[in-house]
């Protein structure tokens, strides 16, 4: 299937760790006859454990992220490297810089702001120039929000858009020991580095300097919307940094004034306020926790540690429901509908960063490289391909309450911020 020089299509770093055994299971069920995939970490057992799981013969690579030199040849070696190794900001700058460099294209599973920009200021030029799609954020951050929005905004014809909402209709799942670390990561160096506490709110992160002095952010998230309660959506800061980037690398498409926020529907009533006052205040106060060494010390005790999850059965039992509402400047408001069953941070993340890798090995994409979205990459594609794996990626008209024009819409869209 493939023609290029290189002796593999796609290199899985990582594949023994907790997220990435699932992404090796996609990717043996997946992958058509033909593709050469190898997988590679630290530990040769571990990894011969997994390829003896799937009952398959893929080539084996010993390597070490904090090395290089052993790094750089590993990218040389194949067309596109996918890693679940995390923290990012810890373990991801050298497999990404060395894959710019290559000329290979490179998908993880980051929501680490820091890690990200400092990608974008490195990488960028240098994968335009060599051709290579470096793509972060190809799991449940944030290829619901990227695609959902994206697809919304061609479906809405491509227009301006005046405000866009991500809500969290139904999420089922735990929570991973490597997205808690992944947030550690970051508070310990924003002590280190105070320029950092403020690129985390700052919703044009990942755009272009302090020559950007846009609006953009639409407050907090929390409130009560027609009736329904609502809290913030504890990924939305990031989200939407992904989303502007997006925005930003097609021209600002969406618009400059875009108004993006991200959202947990919690129900109506006493019992709705009750669940969006937890979810708000048990967000600040593990943020808070994880931000001073002594509460560190003691919430790390009950916290998942690294390359830690969830059992079998409750990540199976995995699902969610979101909805992305656009409001465009002209034209009718539309819906995104995007919908998976499977657990978002282990299952579903899994089958994302899979189909990445397949889309960014096997693909006719459009003629981008650089640092570079989910959307702006590879959009419809691994759309199709999610589609095929089970998942709902539905863009169509909002649907109204009869008589209510669209125009009332948007004029009511800002109105969905915090009460």
């Not at 799991?139 to 619901?144: A, E, I, L, M, T």
């Not at 227009?159 to 990561?185: E, F, K, N, W, Y």
């Not at 044009?204 to 959506?233: C, D, E, I, M, N």
Request: net charge positive.
């Amino acid at each position: 299937m493939t023609t290029n020089d290189r002796d593999h299509d796609i290199v899985l770093l990582g594949a023994s760790g907790f997220v990435g055994r699932y992404t090796a299971r996609h990717l043996a069920r997946s992958a058509p006859d033909g593709v050469r995939i190898a997988i590679a970490g630290r530990s040769t057992a571990r990894l011969d454990d997994v390829r003896r799981e799937l009952a398959v013969d893929w080539p084996i690579i010993e390597v070490d992220t904090s090395d290089d030199a052993a790094v750089g040849r590993v990218a040389a070696s194949t067309s596109v490297i996918a890693t679940t190794v995390g923290p990012y900001l810890r373990y991801g700058a050298g497999v990404a810089s060395a894959s710019a460099r290559a000329g290979t294209s490179y998908a993880d599973l980051s929501g680490e702001s820091i890690f990200v920009a400092r990608s974008i200021e490195r990488n960028h030029a240098v994968a335009e120039t060599t051709g290579a799609r470096i793509v972060h954020s190809c799991g449940f951050d944030s290829v619901p929000s990227d695609l959902g929005l994206g697809l919304a905004h061609a479906a809405a014809g491509g227009v301006p858009i005046v405000a866009a909402t991500l809500t969290v209709r139904s999420l089922r799942g735990g929570i991973s020991g490597g997205t808690i670390d992944s947030l550690r990561q970051q508070l310990k160096e924003t002590k280190r580095d105070a320029s950092t506490r403020r690129l985390l709110a700052n919703p044009y992160a990942l755009t272009p300097g302090p020559s950007v002095r846009l609006p953009g952010h639409a407050g907090s998230g929390w409130g009560k919307v027609r009736g329904t309660w609502q809290a913030p959506f504890v990924m939305g800061s990031y989200n939407q940094q992904i989303v502007q980037r997006s925005n930003y690398l097609t021209g600002w498409s969406y618009g400059q004034l875009m108004q993006y926020r991200e959202v947990v529907a919690t129900g109506r009533g006493p019992a709705g306020l009750a669940r969006a006052m937890a979810i708000a205040l048990g967000t600040a106060g593990l943020v808070g926790a994880l931000a001073f060494p002594p509460t560190r010390a003691v919430v790390d005790r009950v916290l998942p540690s690294p390359g830690s999850g969830p059992s079998a059965e409750a990540i199976e039992h995995g699902r969610f429901v979101l909805e992305v509402d656009v409001y465009p400047v002209e034209g009718r408001p539309v819906r995104t509908r995007i919908a998976a069953p499977y657990d978002p941070g282990y299952g579903g993340t899994g089958v994302m960063l899979a189909e990445s890798a397949l889309s960014l090995a096997l693909d006719d994409l459009p003629a981008r490289a650089g640092v570079l979205t989910p959307m702006v990459a590879m959009g419809e594609h691994l759309a199709g391909r999610l589609r095929a794996s089970g998942f709902t990626l539905d863009a169509g008209a909002l649907p109204q309450a009869p008589g209510r024009r669209a125009s009332e819409a948007r004029r009511n869209a800002p109105d969905q911020r915090a009460a």
